[in-house]
């Protein structure tokens, strides 16, 4: 096997603490190597390693090399090392256009990345800016800009993650044929299905050191193929805690407004968990959005116990505000960076619930612990903690609101296994003990099978499909819904 480009020994410290510790790795041409482990392994820190990347003030020793190209990184949150004031063909132009050529020879590189990132209706996402990109389209860029920098390596930072079961079948294929075409691929990632389908190597990473490594099938071996679970018999519930009315909700563009949700009509009662699933774009994040007053450029209505809450966050009073919380996807984006996380936590707590500083404090650190991270942990800024670990305390800074209705958008989508199920229990007690209204949007359909009492299944901004979760995953009416299980089943879940 032809080795392009390897990691020596590296070891990475942080302030005293080693995060990467005696770490070797080798990424071969035409063969995908996948590094899994747990929240806060070291998996990224290895990845960046590769392009020479390391965290601020970080203590480096052993050596990398590459041999051939250069090394692409394609981030969890494409839409981070995208400039969003630039439309996607000026960025792949410019980027084209570093190696002489005349203008036919530079479109003619970009229609090529294009191509071989696998993007969808190229012609449209040019004209576009990122933001009016689904992620999966951002990610599919990101590879078009790193296969025009020349790249024979690419990191992929849990490139499915957060996405649905239809986009992860179109990722899965588009890094089968990167590796098809000879370029090295470091797959990062917590989705052992994925991994088991795609792998040839496995190397496995437990605090910052490797525990394993070998051939796919060998370390893995039956791990991986995750059955969707025994859906939840849907419980006779009351009044509507939270629900919607003619629910129409639109975007602003450069060529003026998009309807992306048209006549949405949900309901979730108190003690209920509504689970909102569909592909990516379908509107499932724009409808969280509005019950929490992120998004109010809407027509219709959302009412909190019958009665309409303001459009706007900044129209909503104390009680408002407490009553709808919402956990956001990317949980680094919803955090202060210059701030320890204990005191953004302990600041809902004064805000919301008028709690002292003390008092706020104090309960900050029993929620935190609540969700497994310690009063020293939460004490750091959010760069030194993982994302699964961010994530946590982003879910006990909403619960310290003591909500009546907490909306979760894909919180579980950036966690290894383990976390992923003890936040599951721990919303489940939530829901049961204190008659939380639960709203859980996600690409998870096992998770959604866990969870949810209903289901709403979105496609192009409609409701195409609503029930209780144990018919509608058994016997679904929809041919969208159909679809998803059929590729929930390709890639790897046993339905």
């Not at 909190?304 to 706007?312: E, F, H, M, N, Y």
């Not at 009073?317 to 320890?340: C, I, N, S, T, W």
């Not at 008028?354 to 309960?363: K, L, Q, V």
């Not at 609503?466 to 390709?490: I, M, N, V, Y």
């Amino acid at each position: 096997m032809s080795t392009v480009a390897e990691v020596r020994d590296l070891r990475v410290e942080i302030n005293g603490r080693a995060v990467v510790d005696q770490v070797s790795l080798q990424a071969h041409a035409g063969k995908i190597t996948a590094v899994i482990g747990p929240s806060g392994s070291g998996k990224t820190t290895t990845g960046l390693a590769l392009l020479g990347e390391y965290p601020p003030g970080a203590r480096v020793e052993g050596t990398v090399r590459v041999t051939a190209g250069t090394v692409g990184y394609v981030p969890q949150h494409p839409a981070a090392v995208l400039n969003p004031a630039r439309r996607t063909g000026a960025l792949l132009h410019d980027i084209a256009a570093r190696r002489p050529g005349t203008r036919r020879e530079i479109r003619r590189r970009v229609a090529q990345a294009l191509l071989a990132a696998q993007v969808p209706d190229p012609e449209v996402i040019l004209r576009r800016f990122p933001h009016q990109l689904s992620g999966g389209q951002q990610q599919r860029v990101v590879l078009a800009q790193a296969l025009l920098l020349g790249a024979r390596v690419i990191v992929a930072d849990e490139p499915t993650t957060g996405q649905d079961v239809l986009t992860k079948q179109g990722v899965m294929a588009e890094l089968a044929a990167l590796a098809a075409q000879g370029i090295a691929v470091v797959l990062l990632s917590h989705d052992l299905d994925v991994v088991r389908r795609l792998a040839d190597e496995v190397v496995v990473m437990r605090e910052g050191r490797i525990v394993d490594r070998g051939p796919t099938e060998s370390v893995l071996g039956g791990q991986g193929r995750e059955a969707l679970p025994a859906a939840r018999e849907s419980r006779s519930t009351g009044a509507a805690r939270l629900e919607t009315r003619g629910l129409t909700a639109r975007h602003r563009t450069a060529r003026g407004t998009v309807e992306v949700l048209s006549d949405a009509r949900v309901a979730v009662a108190a003690g209920e968990c509504l689970a909102i699933v569909g592909r990516s774009g379908s509107g499932k994040t724009t409808l969280g959005r509005c019950l929490a007053g992120l998004h109010p450029g809407y027509d219709g209505t959302v009412l909190l116990d019958g009665t309409p809450l303001p459009r706007s966050l900044r129209s909503r009073g104390r009680a408002e505000l407490a009553a709808v919380q919402y956990v956001f996807q990317d949980p680094k984006a919803a955090f202060d960076e210059h701030r320890p996380v204990l005191d953004q936590v302990a600041r809902t707590a004064v805000r919301l619930r008028g709690a002292g500083r003390d008092d706020a404090r104090a309960r900050a650190v029993r929620q935190l612990a609540g969700l497994g991270l310690s009063t020293a942990l939460a004490a750091r800024r959010p760069g030194e903690l993982s994302g699964g670990e961010l994530q946590r305390a982003a879910l006990a800074r909403a619960l310290l609101a003591a909500p009546d209705v907490l909306v979760c958008d894909e919180i579980t989508s950036g966690l290894d296994g383990a976390t992923r199920q003890g936040i599951l229990d721990l919303l489940a007690r939530l829901r049961d003990r204190e008659e939380l209204a639960l709203v859980f949007i996600t690409h998870d359909l096992a998770a959604a099978g866990t969870m949810a009492d209903r289901i709403a299944v979105l496609e192009a901004g409609r409701v195409v499909e609503e029930g209780p979760a144990r018919r509608l995953l058994r016997a679904p009416r929809h041919p969208f819904t159909r679809a998803l299980l059929e590729a929930a089943s390709q890639c790897g879940a046993v339905v």
